[in-house]
């Protein structure tokens, strides 16, 4: 009952944001309408042992349609200005949200293949059985690969809007879900660790914001960094997919 209430309030913040005060019904819609996306998409995350708000088989196709209507919309709103660097950044946005969309369909097949319970393509299966734990060696070290890969993707950028921002630490978020979902409850087997495993959970998707993603962007700014972060993604997949076949 606590949950559905919580869940309710949610939507009613994110439902103040796109609408906002009565003025704003009769111009454009404000900057506050770029953030709801990516608050909605928190909605269908688990935070480790934490169930999501919302926990549906199709939480992940959820997710990436609450991050992508954002860029999406304000592309839409400044089609005849493609050459503006907003439009630039929100383009770029999607490009990268592409990246990780597939990213993801290939850690849910790995995940299929092996044979992880839960609903697929939903998250809850990855902070229910991590995939670090269950991977041998070769996909171990791949998973490991593909996290470097993608963490910069994750950083905060000095130009981005307050909706770019929310949605990389959106972005933040996803990647802790799906490659470091270890809580202390999972850990320690004590089911009065879940309050723990909230900010347990926060504290990791801070951490790769402000401080690893960062700094992977920043080597990524160097032509040895966008060669190594390549090799990296090159070699994750391949990794993990010598250990299926």
């Excluded at 994110?14 to 404000?30: A, D, E, H, W």
């Excluded at 939903?122 to 902070?127: D, K, P, R, T, W």
């Excluded at 307050?162 to 949605?167: D, E, G, I, K, Q």
């Excluded at 700094?215 to 190594?228: D, I």
């Amino acid at each position: 009952m606590v949950t559905a209430i919580s869940a309710l309030a949610y939507l009613a913040l994110i439902l103040l944001l796109v609408v906002g005060p009565p003025k704003s019904l009769r111009g454009s819609p404000g900057p506050a309408l770029g953030l709801a996306g990516p608050l909605a998409g928190f909605l269908f995350l688990p935070n480790d042992g934490l169930p999501p708000f919302l926990d549906l088989a199709w939480s992940g196709p959820a997710f990436w349609l609450s991050l992508s209507l954002g860029p999406l919309g304000r592309m839409a709103r400044g089609f005849r200005s493609r050459r503006s660097e907003s439009f630039r950044r929100d383009l770029e946005m999607l490009l990268q949200l592409l990246a990780l969309i597939l990213a993801w369909l290939f850690l849910c097949f790995y995940a299929l293949k092996r044979g992880l319970p839960g609903d697929l393509p939903g998250l809850s299966v990855f902070a229910a059985t991590p995939l670090m734990a269950q991977a041998g060696p070769s996909a171990g070290l791949g998973l490991v690969c593909l996290l470097l890969a993608l963490g910069p993707l994750a950083a905060r950028r000095e130009a981005d809007s307050p909706a770019l921002l929310m949605t990389r630490f959106s972005i933040s978020a996803f990647l802790i879900t799906v490659f470091f979902p270890f809580g202390l409850s999972g850990l320690v087997g004590a089911r009065w660790f879940f309050g723990l495993d909230f900010f347990l959970f926060w504290g990791k998707v801070i951490l790769l914001n402000r401080v690893i993603a960062p700094r992977l962007a920043g080597a990524c700014r160097l032509r040895a960094g966008r060669t190594a972060v390549g090799i990296l993604a090159a070699a994750g997949p391949l990794l993990v997919m010598a250990e299926i076949f």
